[in-house]
Structures are given as structure tokens and as C-alpha cells.
């Protein structure tokens, strides 16, 4: 009784969520990122709000409910839609630190596919497209 008054507490605060995701809802779902600076310093002074993850097998998996490779989540942007797991918070990790300190959490927005802002990549990152984790 407890899970199901959970459950009906994030639909109704996401009541586009059950739609979007084939798996049980939780209250909180943490995806855990690591990260090299200076990515990591421009989350933590919220400099930047947004990572980005290539579509890959591994993040695809990790992301998505509805797919398994790269042209799956090509042909699910263009003529369906991607499902996305139901993470609701991101944990960024400076590294890979034994117990996974210093790390910070961030409440995700969205998770889109789409081209990488400048200054927050690399710049080979620029002209291709990424799944893109939005936070605050």
C-alpha cells in the first residue's frame, strides 16, 4: 500500500511520466554520473546545466526503456518516441573516488537528444548529436 500511495504521489507531481516509462516508478531514481573538471566545478557553481552522453550501446541501455541500438533511438526520434528510464535526480561524481565522495546531486528536468551547447563540451562534441541530461 505504502509503493502504490508513492506511486500516485510522482503521478500526479509527472502525470506524463506513466506514459513515457514502462517501469515501475519510484519516489527517487538516482542516475550516477563521473566526471573529469572542469565539468565537474561548472555543475557545482551551476555554470552548467546540462551533460551530455553519446549514443552508444552502454547509454543507451542506461537511458533508454525502448531501445538497444543506435538505430533504434534514430528511428524512435524520427518516427516514434524514446522511452526513458525514470531517473529523477543525477548524482555527478569528481572522478572515481573510493565511496563516490566529492559528488553532487541535481534534480533532472529532462532527458532529450540533441547538439551540445559550445562551452559546455569539448568541441569535437559540437556537431553531433547526444542524449542531453537537463537538471537543476
Known sequence: RAEKSKNLKLLLRFPEAEKHCSLPLKEKEVLTLH???P??????SAEKMEEYREIKPHWIKRLTTN???P???AAETHYGEVLYRPYTHVLFVKGYPKGNKPSVEKKIVDITIGKPKKGLCPKEFLNKEYFIIKFK
Open 67 to 69: 531501445c538497444e541500438v
Open 35 to 37: 566526471l573529469a573538471e
Open 39 to 44: 565539468w565537474y566545478s561548472m555543475i557545482v
Open 71 to 73: 538505430y533504434d533511438v
